[in-house]
Each structure stands twice: as C-alpha cells, then as structure tokens.
C-alpha cells in the first residue's frame, strides 16, 4: 500500500522537475540573449550596415542583413504562397477528403516538413549550378521557398480542413463553381489561419542559416538586386560570433536579439490575430 | 492547380534524384567502403572517408535524445494526467516559442553558455580535459531544440486515448500513476516512439547550431567531451573550397544525400505509424 | 424497516461550474440488495452514482458538499484514502471498456495493482471470476487475446468479471446493459440477482421494466433532487408523489 503511495509521490515529483526543466530551459535562454545583447545594442546596429572594419570592431550595423532577411524570407513567403494555395485549395476543395491522392500528397507534405534545411540549401544549390544563376538574393529565396513550403502547406491545409462541408456545400446549392466556392467562401472563413501559416512559414524562413549558406552568400551592402549576393541575418549572426575580437562577438549578441525579438514578435502577433478573429468565423 | 499539387507530390523524388545525380562522380571513383569505412578526411588528396561524420552525427543525437526523451515524456505526463486544462494551455506557447528560436540563435548561447561550462566544470569533475566544444555541449542544445517536437506530438498521442480507460483503471483502485504507467502509457506507446523518432530525425539533420559547439573535428569521438564532426556541419563548413577540389562537390552533395535519405526514412516511418493511430481514434 | 443501511447519502451538493447537479440528496442505499436508481436522462443519475466512489473528481471544475457514509466512514472527507474508497466499489459502464490488454490481463489488472504478485494466485483469481460471470467456457482457450476481440455482450461480463476480481463490497451499475443486445442483457441481469446476495448492487437505469425486474429498493431522482425513494413493490404499486406516478406511467421520460 505505501509503496504505491511512494512510487506517486516519487514520479510525481520528478515529473515536476522535468516541467521546470523545460521551461526554465526557455526562460534562460530568452534572459541570456536578452542580458549579452542589450548592452551591446545601439541604434547604429538597425540603421546602418557595415562600415569600413565592421568586422574588426569599428563602427556600424547590420541594417544589410535586416533588409537582407527581409527580403529574402519575404520573397520566398510570396513564392511559397503562390505554390501552397493552389496545392491547399485543390486538396480541400476539388478533391474528396478520403482521396488516396490526397492521403499521399498530405504524407509527402509531412514527410517535406521534416527534410533538413541543409539538405534545402543544398538542392537549392543543385538548381542554381542546372541555371546558371550564382549564389544571390534569388538562390536563396529559391531554397528558402522550398524549405517553408512544407510548413506553410501543412499549417493552410490543418485551417482549411477545419472548415465545415457544409459552408462549401450551400455555395454550391447557390450556383457557385468550386472554384468560386473556394476562393470566396472557404478562403474567407480561413483567413485568420491562413495568415497565421503565413506568419510561421515567415519566421521559419527568417531565421534559418543552413538554407541561405550555399545559396544567398553574403554582401555587405543593402541591395534589393536579385542576382547579387545577400545578407542574411543569421548568416552575420554567425560570422560576427566567428571572429576573434570581443567587440564583434558582442554584436552578434545584439544580433541575436534583434533576431529573436523579430520572431518572438511574429509569435505574438500571430497569437493576438487568431484571438481577434476567433469572432469573426463562423462555427 | 492539380500541377502544383503534383509537383508536391513529386518533390521528394526530385530532390533524391537531384542529389544522387550530382552524388554520381564520388560514387563512380569510390567503392563504397572507401567512403563508408575510411576515417580519413583529407579532400585535396582525395581521401574522403566519411566515417567520422556518421560517427559523430550519430553520437551528439543519441546524445540529445537521451536528454530529451525523459525529460519531454514526463513533461508530457505531468501536462496531459496530471495537470488541469488552463496549466495544459498555459503551456502551449512557451513550448511553441522555443520551437520558433532560429538555430544560430540556440548556438549562440551554446557558444555562451554551455560551452564554458563544459569545460569549467563538468570536464574537469569527470577527470577529463576539454574545450567544452563536444558532443556533450551538442548534445545539450540538441536536445533543448527537439523538446518541442517530442512534447507536442506526445501530447496529442496522449490526449487521443479515450478517457474511459482511465476511469476504469481508476475506478478499480490504481494510483494514477499506477493509471499512466499500466494502461496510458500502453495505449500510447505507438505514438510516443513515433515522437521520438521525429525528435531522433530532426536532431539529425540540425545545422548550425550543432556546427557551433561541437568542435568540428574529423577524428571517431570516444567520450562525450571529445569534439565531433557532423554530416550537416562538414557540408555547410566546406561549402566554400566544394568546387576548387575535384570531387569535393560530389562529396558534399553525397552527404547532403544521405541526410535526406536518412530523415526520409525515419520521417515516413514515424508518420505511418501516426496517421495509423489517427485511423483508428476516428 | 429492518433493512440495514450500506451507504448513507447526507445533504449531497454537485456542482459542475454553474450547474447544480445534485440538490440536497439525503438517501440510503441498503446492504446486499439491488436498489436502481431511476430517472429522465441527464438529471444526475450517474453523477450521484459516480459520488460514491469519487470518480465525480475527474470532471473538470466540479464542486461538492455534504457526507457519504460508508460503513461508517465519510467518502467525501479530505484526506480519505481514495484508492481504498475504489477499491470497495466496482463500477460497470454503460459502455463496455476493456482496458487494451489480453483477457487475462484484464481480470488480472485489479489484483496486480493492489499487490497480488503470485503468478499461481492470480491465474485462479481470473478463473475464478470469469466462472462467475460465465465467460470462462467461452474464452479459457484464449486468454491471451486481447479483450477487444470480445463481442459487445462479453466485453461487458469481462468487464464485470474484472470489477469483482478486486473484491469489492459495492457495485455500481451505470446503465450496465443498455448497451447490450437482450440476450447479453438477460445474462448480466441474471447475474445481478445472484450477486446480491455477497454484494450491495446500486443501478442506475432508465428502462422501467429493468427496475422492475431486478430492484428491491428505489430511488427516483429528476432533475438532481430525490423526489421518492423506498422498496420497490411499494414504489411501482403506490407511489406518494405525482411526479413518481407520472414518470412510472411514462408519461415523462
């Protein structure tokens, strides 16, 4: 009887323990980024890019690698847009939902999702060499393309799926085409979700290195230029770490920050959205 | 639209292709024990023993997941039987936040972090001499970066067996621990390995931040303070000299197939046993 | 009345967030009879059955007050020792739910829990309790399949088989057989009559002949409160309340 009551108690006790773990575990993490990087950010770091010796402790910023990730992550989140739409309406609007076509796409979705990002860049690399293009603002928003496709399918194709047969069904019964349905209705009851997906595959995008290492390179200008090479946040928080001087190494603690504060920041808006939504769907 | 759909079905496929046919000339040059068996790794003179990077891959994930499956099991437990449901919620976001922190980011506060301690404590109170780049310190932030994928998925595994079962065992005297272990945890059991092999998939093919505390030295590691070499760290390192060196590419983009065909393996496996239990609640 | 009283209710209060459940319940269940509990559906029924045996705890925000005295000792008491309270009483779903291991397994499951490791003793227990129900004919040469492979109707007698392995003084029924198919049903019914001799049978029903058949004792409950209880010829023949005469009449349901 006791040793029953003892067994609880001690698992009990350790499960608590590993609950603290893993959130302390975040706790430190966040605190610790937040504590190295803040003494070393200024508002040079946002607005300027590197000037002359950035990387041996003088002066400057990493404006190149915000705008660089910016426009990357958002060039590849349009793109992969433009693929997973399709894909999520045809899944959910043309085909029915127990389709061994769908059943298989769906898997192979999942299957993507869990490819690693190195193994993206290095795809994405294959198609530059097939191309011709070079390592560029475009190489990367190819892979990061594909890298976020996965993801932002999957996350479009769970909203969707949760919206009710029936909604679609009286658009039919009112003369729409599937299409027309699709688009008008389902779309509309999806939206808050489909942002959301949006919003993840973004952050994903924005903060992945090993994608961007082969096929974006890296520049010290701001450019918007296709074909030029670009920087990415990541990719300066990794080579600021990897120089010897102290100095540097503390801006890629303010890098970080930077870095973590933009994705902490899609997290909470993505949160508030769907709570702000919630009202507008229908149930 | 059923174009696109198609060219997602046939991604996979492309990208194996793709890698393989650019994998070809090393294949073709090598026996495969050459690449599989050596230990050396030296591109210039045309040794490209890929031991070392299995070896080493392998030891800082098992190294992660002996961290993490406990730890996110019992988490796990103690959210999905013993908690109420605003705890369960109040959960959620913390857990998806760390999901959501890039990878550089994780190895920045290795570098920080784990490292010196590594090296400052824990080395030397085992006897053993380190930089504190080493499995362990992969290991570690490995393991902190899989915790949201294992929870997740568990949780929902958990939450898919029907409550009854636990009213029964209850109902019959059992201590809900006596509940989770005897009848829970069994039901779930499927679902659980199949987190865990997600978890195992994902430590697998992690990039930088393994590539910034573990040292990056191609030699067989023999304790868990010793310095490793990883698949994804060698190919990302070399990207660099991949086209001044004959074969260097093939090399490179061999490994990056063998990342993809490895998570493949394990991806698939872990979601047919998923969509097999959902099958079966629905 | 002479009928000695096994579980005393006293001033029982359920509250499921706002609802209130059970009003002021003030009720005796006597020692080694059948008493059936009926009612229209929904009015706490099985809230007031799930009372005794404290499984009313797993619901989310629920509260209570008041005693249920069994041999004395109040269930509902902070600190009471929950898994001994459970252990005293056997619970029969409306659905049957083997747990997900072998038939063996199943009726072995209550014993192992409470320390019982003798591999001999266990096997005679499970003999033992599936001769009862009388299950053992059809499955003794498959023990070790799993309990889902049963029929609905021996799933049912399994899971009684596996109540009574732990050798409890109560058991309760939460529409024990509405799930079943008549022969099933008739099988578990004449089960009950046998058992009532070595244990207090509490049921919970809605089919009025079932209560007819089987009760020596009732309690009419609608809507949370007690509106009548006592034997069962009385209560059938010559209810005292309108709204017991109306509901036995079907006129309610």
Redesign the interface.
Known sequence: ?D???I??RF??G??????L???L??V??LV??LV?GLPAMNLAMITQGPKGGFYLGKEGGVLNAIVGSAALAGGATILSFF?SL??V???NV?LRQSSR?S???R?????????????YG??G???MLLFGIKASLLGGIIAVS?LI?PIM?RAMDEVMKMVPRELLETSYSLGATRLEAGLKVVLRQAMPGILTAVLIAF??G?????SV??TAGFSDHVSFSLFRPVATL??A??YQ?GTPFPEVQDR??AS?LI??LI??G??VFT?LITRRFRSYTIR | MFLVTAFAGLLLFVMVLALYLKSRPILETKTLGQLFLATSWSPSRGNFGFLPFIVGTLWVTLAAVVIAVPLCLLTAVFLSEYSPRWLREFAQPPIDLLAGIPSVVYGVWGVIVVVPIIKDHLGPRFGSYTTGYSVLAGGVVLAIMIFPVIIHISLEVLAAVKFEVREVSLALGATRWQTVKHVVLRKALPGIFAAVVLGLSRAFGETMSVLMVTGNVARLPHSVFDPAYTLPALIANNYGEMLSIPLYDSALLLASLILLLVTLVFNAFSQVILARLSRRVA | MGLKIHIEVRDLDVFYGNTHALKKINVGIPEKKITAIIGPSGCGKTTLLKSFNRLVDLAEDVRYSGSILVDGQDVLAPGVDLTAVRKKMGLLSQKPTPLPMSIFENVAYGPKIHGVRNKKRLREIVEHQLKEVGLWEEVEKRLDEPASKLSVGQQQRLCLARGLAVEPEIILGDEPTSALDPISSKRIEEKFLVLKDKYTIVIVTHILRQAKRLADYVVFLYFGEVIEHGPAEQIFANPQQQLTAEYIKGVIS
């Open positions: 009887m040793r029953r009551r067994e609880e698992f009990q350790l499960m608590v323990l590993s609950s773990v893993i959130f575990s975040l430190l993490i610790d980024i190295k693929l399709p894909v309406l045809y899944l043309y076509f059943a298989f796409i898997f192979s979705l999942d299957v993507l999702w869990g490819v690693p990002s190195i193994v290095a795809f690399f294959t198609l594909l496709f399918s952050g994903r924005i903060g992945d290195a090993a290492i082969f990541p990719l928080i990794f770490l890629a603690y970080s870095l973590t994705i902490v899609i997290s949160r």
